[in-house]
């Protein structure tokens, strides 16, 4: 079992609050990123991260953001939650040292705003 | 466009039972493709990759297949048992996982009943 974690596993919050989902990983990779997974549909990927104090947006627009200040720490924030951000988020990570390593997954949070 | 396709969307099969995947893609340049297994509630995990020369590949119960020329996967399960129920993902790669990006299909449900 790979080792990244997710907190919380469920969020249920009102519209307007700040929000914060934890992703953490113990396995030194450098590459970590954040995707947005709705049922039935495929993972859309949100954020990425190289290593510290590199960030980049993905391919699916989000109101999101996202920090690197520590290799094994890449926290996604909502500044005002809406109940267009009610979905599953998912956190990956990967080891860059060589090609085709596949992307070790969380087990998410799943996120519902009222 | 580059694109992959599932199929069936779900399935449903009796326990012991053997069945197959399907995944079509139109990546370009390819990489690798990779299926992943995604219990209800936890992260996709890796089952296999297969590249451009890989023709077929075992990991246990498991059999993936690559047609490079017809842009065609299948995965195969025999002898199908109840924790084999999931969602199977197959994602395409064009530059290698680690440099380029991934295209994820939207899965196959597989039930398996007792």
């Known amino acids: 079992e790979a080792d990244i974690y997710q907190t919380p596993r469920y969020l249920v919050i009102g519209t307007g609050k700040k929000i914060t989902l934890e992703c953490s990983q113990t396995?030194?990779?450098?590459?970590m990123y954040w995707y947005q997974q709705d049922p039935g549909m495929e993972l859309h990927l949100i954020h990425y991260?190289?290593?510290?104090?590199?960030?980049e947006k993905g391919d699916l627009s989000s109101e999101s953001t996202v920090s690197r200040i520590r290799t094994e720490h890449f926290p996604l924030t909502l500044e005002s939650a809406r109940p267009s951000h009610t979905s599953q988020y998912l956190c990956?990570?990967?080891?860059?040292?060589?090609?085709?390593?596949?992307?070790?997954f969380g087990d998410g949070t799943r996120l519902s705003i009222l | 466009k580059n694109q992959v396709e599932q199929s069936p969307q779900s399935l449903i099969i009796l326990e012991g039972k053997n069945c197959t995947l399907q995944?079509?893609?139109?990546?370009?340049?390819?990489?690798?493709l990779r299926w992943y297994k995604q219990d209800t509630g936890r992260g996709p995990v890796s089952l296999t990759i297969?590249?451009?020369?890989?023709n077929t590949k075992s990991n246990g119960r498991y059999t993936a297949t690559l047609d490079a020329d017809t842009k065609q996967s299948s995965l195969h399960i025999t002898a199908s048992q109840l924790s084999d129920s999931a969602s199977y993902i197959c994602?395409?790669?064009?530059?290698?996982?680690?440099?380029?990006?991934?295209?994820f299909g939207r899965g196959t449900q597989l039930t398996v009943w007792p």
């Open positions: 990956a990570s990967s080891d860059d040292r060589g090609l085709d390593q596949p992307q070790h």
């Open positions: 396995m030194g990779h450098d590459k």
């Open positions: 995944c079509n893609y139109t990546v370009s340049p390819f990489s690798n």
């Open positions: 994602v395409v790669s064009d530059r290698g996982s680690t440099l380029g990006r991934l295209y």
């Open positions: 991260s190289y290593g510290v104090n590199s960030t």
């Open positions: 297969m590249t451009f020369s890989e």
